[in-house]
C-alpha cells in the first residue's frame, strides 16, 4: 500500500469504486476494473494494519463509504455513472471527484442506516478505536493485485478448511420505505444479530430510486436479500421471516 497524490491514479474506463474514510478525514479506496465488488473487508483489514487497531472496524462501512459504479448500459450504448455517498462523507465529494475522475457528477446521498450510524452508536466505538477520529493525512488506494492476492490466499485456506470469514456482506433490496419494509428489516436486523457469530453490513437498497442496482445485482422482485460476502453468492426473494431458510442461505450452519 502507497499514499498517493490524485494525480498519481490512473482511472480505467469502466470500473467499480468503493472509498471507506475514517470519522477523522482519512481516506483509504480501491478501483477496479474487474467490477467484482467485494473490497468491504479488504479496506477494514487494511485500516486495521495501518493504524494498528485491535480489529478491522467493520462498523464504518454503513455510515462512512461511498460508491461509485463507472457501466456500460446495453441499452443506450452509452457510458454511465451512478455514484452515492452516505451523509457523514458527503462533504468530501471534492476527493471524491479527484479519485475515482467523476468531473461535475453530483453525487447522491445514500439512505442513512438508523440504529448503526448514531451518534451515541458510533461514540461507543471512539474509545476502542481512538486512532480512527485523528486525521492522518492519509489518502491511499489499495492497489487491486492486493486484493487479488489475498483472496487467492483465502481461497487456498478454504480449500483447506482453515479460513473463518471475516464477516458478511449483504444488500436488501426493497420497493419504497412502507411501515412493513421498516418492520421487515428491524426483524431482519434481529435476526442477523442474534444468529450470526460474525461481523456484518446490511445495506438496503430502494429499487424505485435504484433501478440500476437491482439490474446489476439481477433483482426481479422484492423483497430480497443478497448475500454478497463471503463466496458463493447467494439470495433469498420474499419472506426473511423463515429463520432457518434464511441462515441456510447465508451458509452460517456451514461457517
Not at 453530483?106 to 448514531?118: I, K, M, N
Not at 422482485?221 to 454478497?228: E, G, I, M, N, S
Request: hydrophobic share 40%; aromatic share 10%.
Amino acid at each position: 500500500m502507497t499514499k498517493l497524490s490524485t494525480d498519481q491514479v490512473s482511472k480505467p474506463q469502466l470500473f467499480k469504486g468503493i472509498a471507506l474514510f475514517t470519522p477523522g478525514g482519512d481516506l483509504i479506496y480501491c478501483i477496479d476494473p474487474s467490477k467484482q465488488g467485494r473490497w468491504h473487508l479488504h479496506l477494514c483489514a487494511a485500516l486495521q494494519e495501518m493504524l494498528d487497531l485491535s480489529e478491522p472496524p467493520h462498523f464504518l462501512v454503513p455510515c462512512y463509504t461511498a460508491t461509485i459504479d463507472h457501466w456500460f448500459n446495453p441499452r443506450t450504448q452509452q457510458i454511465q455513472t451512478f455514484a452515492e455517498a452516505y451523509p457523514a462523507v458527503m462533504r468530501h465529494q471534492s476527493v471524491l471527484k479527484a479519485i475515482f475522475g467523476t468531473g461535475d457528477i453530483v453525487w447522491q446521498t445514500a439512505p442513512w442506516q438508523e440504529g448503526l450510524c448514531d451518534r451515541m452508536v458510533l461514540a461507543t466505538y471512539r474509545a476502542s478505536f481512538p486512532q480512527l477520529w485523528e486525521d492522518h493525512d492519509l489518502i491511499v488506494r489499495l492497489d487491486r493485485a492486493e486484493i487479488a492476492s489475498q483472496y487467492q490466499q483465502n481461497q487456498l485456506h478454504l480449500q483447506q478448511g482453515k479460513l473463518n470469514t471475516q464477516g458478511y456482506v449483504l444488500r436488501l433490496f426493497v420497493a419504497g420505505h412502507s411501515a412493513a419494509t421498516e418492520r421487515s428489516l428491524k426483524n431482519l436486523h434481529q435476526l442477523l444479530e442474534r444468529s450470526l457469530g460474525y461481523p456484518y453490513t446490511l445495506k438496503v437498497i430502494d429499487v424505485f430510486t435504484h433501478p440500476e442496482q437491482a439490474e446489476i445485482d439481477q433483482v426481479s422482485a422484492t423483497p430480497t436479500l443478497v448475500k454478497v460476502w463471503p463466496h458463493p453468492i447467494r439470495r433469498i426473494v420474499g419472506n426473511l421471516d423463515n429463520v432457518e431458510k434464511l441462515l441456510q442461505m447465508l451458509g452460517a450452519k456451514e461457517i
